[in-house]
């Protein structure tokens, strides 16, 4: 958990930090930038070592075996006045699993393929892998371009005119943080997602063991499930033109 409040501790500083330090020098800079970086690094690495480490969870101990009872009265005083107990050593739950690094491998297999080729050049066209993504990809790149231009905090909506921008766009502060200090926009939202995929395995697993990570993953229904025939990973759900899709290719 040390190095979860740590990665989320650096996320949230370095946002609030731009967006505070935006409004007060009209627009983000590169000096400004990495002033925020920094700060948040630094924020993130007190966070690391003010957060107590937090025990994985534990099976329940066997009871330890009842030791044999004194034949005589006398044995069983002298045992009642000493007061002899037995001690059991708890077990602790390691990472040695077989189902949590099966859900390990499924999730991999679900982050790298979702968000590796999340927007990608074919030749002279830019592809998304998801057509789910391709009026989402293209708000998140302007938006993140527009604050990374320097505009001033907080920025009118770049695609409504005469309105104020009301989207969530923390992520997107924090992605043009990256775009002003020269990291290039698709690289920047591919490592970043899959930072955070990393960091919402771990959260799951720490919240409820492999079945949060199972519940959080393979919700989505039976239609999935032709891939165990065809063995084909498709998009099922999309072309059975069924609107409800699961929580993690939703989000």
């Known amino acids: 958990m040390k190095w979860l409040s740590g990665t989320l501790t650096f ?3 370095a946002t609030v930090l731009a967006l505070i330090t935006g409004i007060l020098a009209h627009g983000l800079t590169r000096p400004i930038a990495t002033f925020c970086i920094v700060v948040g690094l630094l924020t993130g690495f007190a966070a690391y070592h003010l957060t107590e480490p937090a025990l994985l969870r534990v099976r329940k101990p066997k009871p330890p075996p009842l030791p044999p009872e004194p034949k005589s009265k006398r044995a069983q005083r002298r045992a009642a ?3 002899k107990t037995f001690a059991s050593q708890v077990p602790r739950w390691t990472y040695r699993s077989f189902w949590f690094w099966l859900l390990a491998a499924c999730f991999a297999i679900f982050a790298v393929r979702s968000f590796c080729w999340l927007i990608y050049w074919d030749g002279n066209d830019v ?3 998801s057509p789910n993504n391709l009026g989402d990809l293209s708000l998140h790149l302007t938006y993140i371009r527009h604050f990374a231009s320097g505009v001033p905090l907080w920025p009118d909506n770049p695609i409504e ?3 104020k921008l009301r989207y969530p766009a923390g992520v997107d502060i924090f992605n043009a943080l990256l775009t002003c200090l020269g990291v290039d926009v698709i690289k920047g939202l591919v490592w ?3 930072i955070a995929s990393i ?3 771990y959260a799951f697993y720490r919240w409820g063991g492999n079945f949060g990570i199972a519940a959080f993953l393979f919700n989505g229904g039976l239609a999935s499930y032709p891939v165990l025939q065809t063995f084909s990973f498709q998009d099922y759900q999309g072309t059975n033109n069924m609107a409800w899709k699961s929580i993690a290719l939703s989000m």
């Open 127 to 129: 592809k998304v892998q």
């Open 81 to 83: 006045r000493q007061g």
């Open 192 to 194: 970043v997602a899959v």
């Open 199 to 201: 960091a919402t395995f």
């Open 161 to 163: 005119p005469f309105s």
């Open 11 to 13: 996320f949230n500083a």
